[in-house]
């Protein structure tokens, strides 16, 4: 079992910064390719970044490929999206997860955060 935690969440202007963290206990966090999603309301859960096992391999959303950087630190067992020239589209609620798989598919991620909500206003 993996339990992940996310935090750094919050209401930030339009250009704006924020970093997202994602606390992971149980197993350690490396036996795993991490992944980021978010969902606004009414949508389905959208994937946003992932990252493999060691961070060698990554790969984002168009939607926010060049603004936002997934990273992991598997010594401290966290995982971050650092997310900067944010947009109102952006405002979503964010989840981090664990998969065994290197997938961008939210049905193949075995363990999944409570979310942390991000707000961009214009």
């Known amino acids: 079992q993996v339990q992940l935690v996310e935090s750094g969440g919050g209401l930030v202007q339009a250009g704006g910064s924020l970093r997202l963290s994602c606390a992971a206990s149980?197993?350690?966090?490396?036996?795993?390719?991490m992944g980021w999603f978010r969902q606004a309301p009414g949508q389905e859960r959208e994937f946003v970044a992932t990252?493999?096992?060691?961070?060698?391999?990554?790969y984002y959303a168009d939607s926010v490929n060049g603004r936002f950087k997934i990273s992991r630190d598997n010594i401290n067992n966290t995982a971050y999206l650092q997310m900067n020239s944010l947009k109102p589209e952006d405002t979503a609620a964010y989840y981090c997860?664990?998969?065994?798989?290197?997938?961008?598919?939210?049905?193949?991620?075995?363990?999944w955060g409570q979310g942390t909500q991000v707000t961009v206003s214009s």
């Open positions: 997860a664990a998969s065994r798989e290197r997938t961008s598919t939210p049905g193949e991620y075995d363990y």
């Open positions: 149980g197993h350690t966090v490396s036996m795993y390719n």
């Open positions: 990252m493999s096992r060691y961070g060698v391999t990554t």
